[in-house]
């Protein structure tokens, strides 16, 4: 497996992906962050079609309220096997992303059967509220508010903390779930979570990158013209989001001492997203400090590329690499040749 070790390893990353450069050639200029409330309606609209095509009776579904600690309620979806007992069913938690301003619990809908029919595990997929409506630390808030709840609650809807508790999720919900992660490790959560899923994640800002990793921070400059996530994007991000530079609700960054304490954790990164060396660097650090990691990358292809380009052949195996790694991550033996066959009798095609 590549390290990724030098600045030159990791900006070959950002080399155009042959397949998708073809889409790119069609796609038209890409102009300035539309307001929230019309990402939205385009954004919810394509995760209700991919909520409804990965549907399957095989797969109970339930929707729960959980409680935040203002007295706001949040829905969660429940995702359980209708193939299997429900006992020794590990608790697998997901956190959309969409920038900290849009996205859904319905997201994650295809990972979360996936999870439930490989492996038995119950799949909450959670919500926090949004920005610019409510800016950090409120969706921090939320996640963790979650995630207390789930700790405490996971029993009545039949999950077995002690078989797992994995915590993850995609670009701003990856950057939540880290927070989270490392708000459980410093505040001693019981149960503990047992694993942590980073896919895209953004974790990072030019002011806190560690100084013995900053020559390996290069995406931001590097992909700052890149499609679908740019420069001008995270800017508009930030400034809905306004959070606090050097909290560790913002970052795991700011909390350097639990980085020892993680349990393993599974990072994905596309190799032309300004976010890229967000996860490299992370999974670098877990490594330096001795923790289990496992990192899949994605060369040549945007930010978001599996949600946006299903068709792709990276996102095909974004995909499955996904479904392997939280197997890895609730330590079932990696049968990669069945998680395959699962995803091709899934889309009906090979």
């Not at 991000?237 to 795991?252: E, G, Q, R, T, V």
Request: aromatic residues 10%; glycine residues 6%.
């Amino acid at each position: 497996m590549a390290l990724y070790d030098t600045p030159e390893d990791i900006a070959a990353l950002a080399t155009l992906d042959d397949e998708f450069a073809q889409i790119l050639a069609a796609m038209p200029p890409q102009g300035a962050l539309p307001e929230p409330k019309v990402m939205r309606q385009y954004s919810n609209a394509m995760e209700e079609q991919q909520y409804s095509a990965s549907a399957t009776t095989k797969v109970r579904e339930h929707t729960i309220k959980i409680t935040m600690r203002d007295g706001h309620e949040n829905e969660a979806i429940v995702y359980q096997s209708a193939l299997r007992s429900s006992s020794q069913s590990p608790l697998v938690v997901l956190c959309y992303g969409g920038g900290f301003i849009l996205g859904t619990n319905k997201q994650y809908a295809a990972t979360a059967r996936a999870a439930a029919l490989l492996y038995g595990a119950t799949v909450v997929n959670i919500s926090y509220r949004l920005a610019p409506e409510n800016p950090f630390p409120t969706p921090a808030n939320d996640v963790w508010d979650n995630i207390e709840w789930l700790a405490r609650n996971a029993h009545t809807f039949n999950a077995d903390l002690s078989a797992g508790f994995i915590l993850g999720g995609g670009s701003a919900g990856a950057n939540l779930a880290a927070v989270t992660m490392h708000k459980a490790i410093r505040t001693n959560l019981s149960p503990p979570l047992t694993g942590l899923y980073l896919a895209v994640p953004f974790l990072l800002m030019e002011d806190i990158v560690p100084d013995q990793y900053r020559s390996l921070w290069i995406a931001r400059e590097q992909n700052a013209k890149a499609p679908i996530l740019n420069e001008d994007a995270l800017n508009g991000i930030m400034a809905a989001y306004l959070p606090h530079a050097k909290s560790p609700d913002f970052s795991p960054f700011n909390d350097p001492e639990s980085f020892s304490k993680l349990p393993r954790t599974y990072v994905q990164v596309a190799g032309l997203d300004p976010l890229r060396d967000d996860g490299l660097v992370y999974e670098r650090v877990l490594k330096d400090h001795g923790i289990e990691t496992r990192l899949d990358v994605y060369p040549g292809v945007p930010h978001g590329f599996h949600g946006m380009f299903p068709r792709l052949k990276q996102s095909k195996r974004f995909d499955i690499e996904t479904a392997v790694g939280l197997g890895w991550l609730l330590r079932v033996k990696e049968d990669r040749e069945r998680v395959e066959a699962f995803f091709i009798d899934m889309r009906g095609d090979a």
